[in-house]
T-cell receptor, first 113, second 117 residues
C-alpha cells in the first residue's frame, strides 16, 4: 500500500527564519514524482515544488528547497526567510507514473510577525 | 488512520455520457469534502467545497450544472460530470475533513482518472 505521512500537524516560525516540514512515504514503486502543495485560506492548491524520484539532486525553487532521501523515503520541505504569506496548509504528495496521487494529511504552518 | 475511498479509480466512456464519482470517508464523519481537478504540470484546481446537507460552493469558473456535487451524508459525496466531453478528461481527486477549521487535516482519496473518447 502507498502511504504518505506528515507527522507535524501544526508548526510555527518567526518571520525571516527557516522552517522544515517533514514528510515520509512508503511505496514499492521505483518511478514516481514527489510534490509539496500549499493551500492558503483561498483553498486553492498551489504547487510549491516537485521532485522526480530518479533525480538525485534536490529540487529548489527560490526560498523553497527539499531534502530528498530516496532510500529513507523522506521528502522534507525547507522554507527559508519565511514570509507572512507562507502561512498555509502544506501537503506532501507523490504520484506514481500513470497518475495515481497519494497525499499526506497536511501541516498547518503559521508565520509569526 | 482515517481513510477516504474514491471510486472508480479509472473511467473510460463515450462523449455525451454522464459519469458519477464517489468519495467515501470510511471511518470518520466528513463534515466537509473538497473536489479537485488536476491540470497540466500537476497543479490541482479546487472545484468545489461541499458541506453535508447543504449545497456545494463552487469556485469561480466551475460550471455547477456540469459538475453536480451531492453531499447527502457525513460519509459520502458524489461528483457527477454531466454530458462529458473530451475536454473534461482529467484526474479528479476528493478530500474529506472532519473539523471545521482550514487548519484541520484533510484526508485524500486516491483519485479518479476520467478519459472521454
Amino acid at each position: 500500500a502507498q502511504t504518505v505521512t506528515q507527522s507535524q500537524p501544526e508548526m510555527s516560525v518567526q518571520e525571516a527564519e527557516t522552517v522544515t516540514l517533514s514528510c515520509t512515504y512508503d511505496t514499492s514503486e521505483s518511478n514516481y514524482y514527489l510534490f509539496w502543495y500549499k493551500q492558503p485560506p483561498s483553498r486553492q492548491m498551489i504547487l510549491v515544488i516537485r521532485q522526480e524520484a530518479y533525480k538525485q539532486q534536490n529540487a529548489t525553487e527560490n526560498r523553497f528547497s527539499v531534502n530528498f532521501q530516496k532510500a529513507a523515503k523522506s521528502f522534507s520541505l525547507k522554507i527559508s526567510d519565511s514570509q507572512l504569506g507562507d502561512t498555509a496548509m502544506y501537503f506532501c504528495a507523490f504520484m506514481i507514473f500513470g497518475n495515481q496521487f497519494y497525499f499526506g494529511t497536511g501541516t498547518s504552518l503559521t508565520v509569526i510577525p | 488512520g482515517a481513510v477516504v475511498s474514491q471510486h472508480p479509480s479509472r473511467v473510460i466512456c463515450k462523449s455525451g455520457t454522464s459519469v458519477k464519482i464517489e468519495c467515501r470517508s470510511l471511518d470518520f464523519q466528513a463534515t466537509t469534502m473538497f473536489w479537485y481537478r488536476q491540470f497540466p504540470k500537476q497543479s490541482l484546481m479546487l472545484m468545489a467545497t461541499s458541506n453535508e446537507g447543504s449545497k456545494a460552493t463552487y469556485e469561480q469558473g466551475v460550471e455547477k450544472d456540469k459538475f453536480l456535487i451531492n453531499h447527502a451524508s457525513l460519509t459520502l459525496s458524489t461528483l457527477t460530470v454531466t454530458s462529458a466531453h473530451p475536454e473534461d478528461s482529467s484526474f479528479y481527486i476528493c478530500s474529506a475533513r472532519s473539523g471545521q477549521g482550514d487548519d484541520q487535516p484533510q484526508h485524500f482519496g486516491d483519485g479518479t482518472r476520467l478519459s472521454i473518447l
